[in-house]
């Protein structure tokens, strides 16, 4: 790759499809990657998985080490430090594979990602080569320390506290934290205090430090088999070689960590959405009634189709992300002392990619799990079936990493800031749009697979700036107060970039394997935009309605019509036949 | 010890579906893995080389698509792995099958050990691995649940039988088979399958190894597949009971007598 695509670029450029990275380019080893951790939990993890979920001593913490043995916890560990090296994507499959585990793929994803990736990125090469090898063979297990009873979503109020010692050696650390993965069985805790009440620092805290204690299990609706605990600092004495990057800089440890928990929380979802898909799509074939399948009711199909359809969507958008990050990722060179940073700086240049990879692929699993969940009637709300587990799970990944309301607040922010650094050209692109939209529109003619589409979104990302220039203008400063407004120009985000992902996507297998071998990628794209279009238009209806009134409220009304005139297709047919599509591979499919 | 492993790309049977229609396999869209009992072999080896040293390599015959399983064996902790493919070896029976190999494995040259796996799970003969060693005039063990010991020289090894098993003590070289119950194969671990990806793995043809093209392939195969087929569902049986042999008898001709067959 030539030149690296700047992050939020989408909302104002168009990139041709290749240039963005889809799942089929995974390689062979990529593929053999996934094939590998796919093994792993159906023959290691899924017959231990009751005594997961009743977190029986040991198995989570032996499954840890089994996984630590075969290289699986250490993909972002260089091999200095006991990784095993590898490039960012495989990271991202092994994270996508590992959720079809349930449970253990929390206590995977908190272990190797926020727990090990502060000391990974921002450790010091002491600190590094005390921990990064026991956490990479599973010998420890780590636990990310952020959130306090007082201090959710408002990390920074954190109560805790670090005093220095007379004798200059350790902070003395006060204060509780709450709800922390693995904190049962954790061996290193990654927490925050604030130094002398006031300067914001991460700590290193080795869970056999004197003062450290562990509360007792929530008692949790789903993910059962992880541990969530509070985690309790009565003077804990920390030795001050175990401050994380420095002090007063907590902040930039937390916040850019968090940036990857994100995204890899999105890509987690698919593994998760993929399995429910899968038993939906073989349940509705075996299970008879009225004489016949349910499978073959429309209803069911429109159901398995919709499935499908978001987690081809989701499944684009991440791994298009995931393309850049790796891209980005590659510019660096890794041996250097301000390796971490410069990584972490590249996950913070797709802040907003990673934010909208973390509402949408919560939200998709979401409603996939429950779609599931109905398909299988009754025996869905038995514990009989998993599908009754993964609705269960899924549900947690709407709150944490930031809970989807938090996140939909950092993208507006953050392209706003990027708008005024000038790293994204979008008040220039919204005034070049001011002045097209007084000429008469001329859609072009294309008989180009997909056109339509590809011209609908464009128009779509023109509505978008139509609606956050007039909510800039209107408001200027006061807009961080219209959260309304702020989520939902989140929300056309996200369906801009899930859109475009898609579409690229179906392009490029497309142009690199033919109309054949993309027609059902094709026909995922078609039906999505198709049903896109209405909803976002009413999105963008309603946030006018609440900035104009009178004469330029219907200006801009007309403004509106005219790019978001679309002639809708016949969906349900279209979606008849993705769902064939499943039923024949018995699980979710992009390419047949 | 130097142990050569020589293993086979099948279809996951697991996955087949069958064509309810012409009653055979549907292959199309079904992933091909390393043949089950094959691994066991690998792993039979990688023990062997971990407690005595030296060097496994692995060789297969098979399309170009093959390579895939040999990388996987690699990523197990294999040394070195050999492709043997040419469009001369395409048909090959179990006998034409077992001279290639066998040739590959006299141009490897040093060998202790052969192993392979009790079976391949698509076509169930259990034919290759003692051909091989019937080429290369080698003694051979099959069905090998333990090894029990290995030395310079030979192996002490229990071998399944019927209710029980053998204990069989062999001099080296020697061709093992494998059953699945000696071993759990080891997982690929993330190291290994990169470096399985970085590796050139070399691909020999006929020439390369030597094999007279009369008796590779199609050519060199005396047995040849006319048809596969499902066979057709058998009735269930009927069991007959009564007080005594002599009851029975007078039931059993009743039966015959009604279907009219006395
Ligand atoms: C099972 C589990 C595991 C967890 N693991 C960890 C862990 O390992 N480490 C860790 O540090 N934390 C962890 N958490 C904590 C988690 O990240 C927090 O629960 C989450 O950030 C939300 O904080 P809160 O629960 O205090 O909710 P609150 O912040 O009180 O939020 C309540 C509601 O208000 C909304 N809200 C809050 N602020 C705003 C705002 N400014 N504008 C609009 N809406 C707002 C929220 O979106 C939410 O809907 C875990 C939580 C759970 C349940």
Same mark, same amino acid.
């Given at each position: 790759?030539?030149?690296?695509?700047?992050?939020?670029?989408?909302?104002?450029?168009?990139?041709?499809?290749?240039?963005?990275?889809?799942?089929?380019?995974?390689?062979?080893?990529?593929?053999?990657?996934?094939?590998?951790?796919?093994?792993?939990?159906?023959?290691?993890?899924?017959?231990?998985?009751?005594?997961?979920?009743?977190?029986?001593?040991?198995?989570?913490?032996?499954?840890?080490?089994?996984?630590?043995?075969?290289?699986?916890?250490?993909?972002?560990?260089?091999?200095?430090?006991?990784?095993?090296?590898?490039?960012?994507?495989?990271?991202?499959?092994?994270?996508?594979?590992?959720?079809?585990?349930?449970?253990?793929?929390?206590?995977?994803?908190?272990?190797?990602?926020?727990?090990?990736?502060?000391?990974?990125?921002?450790?010091?090469?002491?600190?590094?080569?005390?921990?990064?090898?026991?956490?990479?063979?599973?010998?420890?297990?780590?636990?990310?320390?952020?959130?306090?009873?007082?201090?959710?979503?408002?990390?920074?109020?954190?109560?805790?506290?670090?005093?220095?010692?007379?004798?200059?050696?350790?902070?003395?650390?006060?204060?509780?934290?709450?709800?922390?993965?693995?904190?049962?069985?954790?061996?290193?805790?990654?927490?925050?205090?604030?130094?002398?009440?006031?300067?914001?620092?991460?700590?290193?805290?080795?869970?056999?430090?004197?003062?450290?204690?562990?509360?007792?299990?929530?008692?949790?609706?789903?993910?059962?088999?992880?541990?969530?605990?509070?985690?309790?600092?009565?003077?804990?004495?920390?030795?001050?070689?175990?401050?994380?990057?420095?002090?007063?800089?907590?902040?930039?440890?937390?916040?850019?960590?968090?940036?990857?928990?994100?995204?890899?929380?999105?890509?987690?979802?698919?593994?998760?959405?993929?399995?429910?898909?899968?038993?939906?799509?073989?349940?509705?074939?075996?299970?008879?009634?009225?004489?016949?399948?349910?499978?073959?009711?429309?209803?069911?199909?429109?159901?398995?189709?919709?499935?499908?359809?978001?987690?081809?969507?989701?499944?684009?958008?991440?791994?298009?992300?995931?393309?850049?990050?790796?891209?980005?990722?590659?510019?660096?060179?890794?041996?250097?002392?301000?390796?971490?940073?410069?990584?972490?700086?590249?996950?913070?240049?797709?802040?907003?990619?990673?934010?909208?990879?973390?509402?949408?692929?919560?939200?998709?699993?979401?409603?996939?799990?429950?779609?599931?969940?109905?398909?299988?009637?009754?025996?869905?709300?038995?514990?009989?079936?998993?599908?009754?587990?993964?609705?269960?799970?899924?549900?947690?990944?709407?709150?944490?990493?930031?809970?989807?309301?938090?996140?939909?607040?950092?993208?507006?922010?953050?392209?706003?800031?990027?708008?005024?650094?000038?790293?994204?050209?979008?008040?220039?692109?919204?005034?070049?749009?001011?002045?097209?939209?007084?000429?008469?529109?001329?859609?072009?003619?294309?008989?180009?697979?997909?056109?339509?589409?590809?011209?609908?979104?464009?128009?779509?990302?023109?509505?978008?700036?139509?609606?956050?220039?007039?909510?800039?203008?209107?408001?200027?400063?006061?807009?961080?107060?219209?959260?309304?407004?702020?989520?939902?120009?989140?929300?056309?985000?996200?369906?801009?970039?899930?859109?475009?992902?898609?579409?690229?996507?179906?392009?490029?297998?497309?142009?690199?394997?033919?109309?054949?071998?993309?027609?059902?990628?094709?026909?995922?794209?078609?039906?999505?935009?198709?049903?896109?279009?209405?909803?976002?238009?009413?999105?963008?209806?309603?946030?006018?309605?609440?900035?104009?009134?009178?004469?330029?409220?219907?200006?801009?009304?007309?403004?509106?019509?005219?790019?978001?005139?679309?002639?809708?297709?016949?969906?349900?047919?279209?979606?008849?036949?993705?769902?064939?599509?499943?039923?024949?591979?018995?699980?979710?499919?992009?390419?047949? | 010890?130097? *142990? #050569?492993? /020589?293993? =086979? +790309?099948?279809? %996951?049977?697991?996955?087949?579906?069958?064509? !309810?229609?012409?009653?055979?396999?549907?292959?199309?869209?079904?992933?091909?893995?390393?043949?089950?009992?094959?691994?066991?072999?690998?792993?039979?080896?990688?023990?062997?080389?971990?407690?005595?040293?030296?060097?496994?390599?692995?060789?297969?015959?098979?399309?170009?698509?093959?390579?895939?399983?040999?990388?996987?064996?690699?990523?197990?902790?294999?040394?070195?792995?050999?492709?043997?493919?040419?469009?001369?070896?395409?048909?090959?029976?179990?006998?034409?099958?077992?001279?290639?190999?066998?040739?590959?494995?006299?141009?490897?040259?040093?060998?202790? *050990? #052969?192993? /392979?796996? =009790? +079976?391949?799970? %698509?076509?169930?003969?259990?034919?290759?691995? !003692?051909?091989?060693?019937?080429?290369?005039?080698?003694?051979?063990?099959?069905?090998?649940?333990?090894?029990?010991?290995?030395?310079?020289?030979?192996?002490?090894?229990?071998?399944?039988?019927?209710?029980?098993?053998?204990?069989?003590?062999?001099?080296?070289?020697?061709?093992?088979?494998?059953?699945?119950?000696?071993?759990?194969?080891?997982?690929?671990?993330?190291?290994?399958?990169?470096?399985?990806?970085?590796?050139?793995?070399?691909?020999?043809?006929?020439?390369?190894?030597?094999?007279?093209?009369?008796?590779?392939?199609?050519?060199?195969?005396?047995?040849?597949?006319?048809?596969?087929?499902?066979?057709?569902?058998?009735?269930?049986?009927?069991?007959?009971?009564?007080?005594?042999?002599?009851?029975?008898?007078?039931?059993?001709?009743?039966?015959?007598?009604?279907?009219?067959?006395?």
């Amino acid at each position: 790759m030539s030149e690296l695509i700047k992050g939020s670029a989408f909302l104002t450029s168009k990139v041709s499809p290749d240039q963005v990275f889809t799942p089929e380019d995974f390689s062979d080893m990529h593929r053999m990657v996934a094939d590998t951790v796919a093994s792993f939990i159906k023959e290691k993890v899924m017959p231990v998985s009751d005594a997961v979920e009743k977190m029986e001593e040991g198995v989570t913490v032996g499954l840890l080490r089994q996984a630590g043995e075969l290289g699986m916890l250490g993909a972002d560990i260089p091999e200095k430090y006991g990784g095993a090296e590898m490039d960012k994507i495989s990271s991202f499959i092994i994270t996508e594979q590992m959720t079809r585990g349930g449970s253990f793929a929390v206590a995977f994803g908190a272990h190797t990602g926020i727990g090990t990736l502060p000391i990974l990125y921002f450790g010091t090469e002491e600190q590094k080569q005390k921990y990064l090898p026991g956490l990479a063979s599973g010998e420890k297990v780590a636990a990310y320390a952020l959130t306090e009873p007082e201090a959710g979503s408002d990390a920074l109020n954190a109560k805790t506290k670090a005093v220095l010692s007379e004798d200059g050696r350790y902070y003395i650390l006060n204060g509780t934290k709450q709800f922390i993965t693995n904190a049962a069985w954790a061996d290193v805790i990654v927490t925050y205090a604030k130094v002398d009440g006031e300067h914001f620092t991460a700590f290193i805290v080795d869970r056999n430090t004197p003062g450290v204690s562990i509360g007792l299990e929530e008692h949790k609706m789903g993910i059962k088999g992880s541990s969530t605990c509070s985690v309790i600092l009565e003077d804990a004495k920390v030795p001050v070689e175990n401050v994380l990057w420095k002090v007063g800089k907590g902040h930039q440890v937390a916040f850019n960590i968090l940036n990857i928990g994100r995204y890899k929380l999105g890509v987690g979802c698919i593994g998760a959405s993929k399995l429910a898909i899968e038993l939906a799509a073989k349940y509705a074939q075996e299970r008879q009634q009225f004489n016949m399948p349910i499978a073959k009711f429309g209803m069911i199909k429109n159901k398995i189709a919709e499935m499908a359809i978001r987690n081809y969507v989701n499944e684009s958008l991440c791994y298009r992300t995931g393309g850049l990050i790796q891209d980005l990722v590659h510019t660096i060179d890794l041996d250097a002392e301000d390796a971490g940073q410069k990584v972490t700086e590249g996950f913070q240049e797709y802040a907003v990619e990673c934010s909208v990879a973390k509402i949408v692929g919560s939200e998709v699993l979401d409603f996939i799990a429950d779609e599931a969940v109905q398909i299988h009637g009754g025996y869905g709300y038995s514990q009989e079936y998993m599908v009754e587990r993964i609705y269960r799970d899924s549900r947690i990944n709407r709150l944490f990493e930031g809970t989807n309301e938090i996140n939909r607040l950092i993208i507006p922010a953050t392209l706003m800031r990027k708008a005024q650094k000038g790293e994204i050209p979008l008040i220039q692109a919204a005034m070049k749009l001011q002045e097209e939209l007084l000429m008469p529109m001329f859609p072009e003619e294309s008989d180009e697979p997909l056109a339509r589409e590809e011209q609908a979104i464009e128009n779509l990302k023109k509505v978008f700036l139509v609606v956050a220039g007039t909510a800039a203008q209107k408001l200027g400063e006061k807009m961080i107060r219209e959260q309304e407004i702020l989520g939902r120009m989140a929300d056309m985000v996200c369906e801009i970039f899930g859109a475009e992902s898609a579409l690229l996507r179906a392009r490029k297998i497309l142009n690199n394997k033919g109309e054949a071998a993309a027609a059902l990628a094709i026909k995922m794209t078609t039906c999505y935009v198709n049903d896109l279009v209405p909803r976002f238009d009413a999105w963008a209806k309603e946030v006018i309605a609440a900035l104009e009134e009178g004469d330029t409220k219907r200006t801009m009304f007309t403004v509106l019509k005219k790019l978001t005139r679309f002639e809708p297709v016949n969906g349900y047919a279209l979606k008849r036949e993705i769902a064939d599509a499943v039923y024949k591979a018995n699980k979710y499919v992009v390419v047949v | 010890m130097e *142990i #050569i492993v /020589c293993i =086979k +790309q099948v279809p %996951d049977t697991t996955e087949v579906k069958i064509d !309810p229609v012409k009653g055979t396999l549907i292959r199309e869209g079904v992933p091909s893995i390393v043949n089950p009992f094959d691994k066991n072999a690998v792993e039979a080896a990688l023990q062997i080389k971990a407690a005595k040293g030296g060097k496994v390599t692995v060789i297969s015959m098979g399309p170009p698509q093959a390579m895939d399983a040999l990388r996987e064996c690699v990523a197990m902790g294999a040394d070195e792995a050999v492709l043997l493919s040419d469009r001369a070896f395409a048909g090959a029976d179990t006998w034409a099958t077992s001279y290639t190999l066998a040739k590959a494995i006299e141009k490897i040259g040093k060998y202790d *050990i #052969i192993f /392979c796996g =009790k +079976q391949a799970i %698509d076509g169930d003969t259990a034919q290759v691995g !003692p051909g091989i060693a019937e080429h290369l005039g080698l003694p051979q063990v099959t069905y090998v649940q333990k090894i029990r010991e290995v030395t310079d020289t030979g192996m002490i090894v229990e071998r399944a039988i019927e209710g029980g098993y053998e204990v069989i003590s062999v001099p080296l070289p020697a061709m093992i088979a494998v059953e699945k119950s000696i071993n759990e194969p080891r997982f690929p671990t993330m190291m290994g399958t990169m470096k399985a990806h970085k590796k050139q793995i070399p691909i020999w043809g006929a020439a390369d190894i030597n094999a007279s093209e009369d008796l590779v392939g199609m050519n060199g195969s005396p047995t040849q597949v006319k048809r596969v087929f499902a066979p057709e569902r058998r009735g269930g049986g009927e069991i007959l009971q009564a007080e005594d042999e002599a009851g029975v008898c007078v039931l059993l001709v009743e039966k015959l007598r009604e279907a009219k067959i006395v």
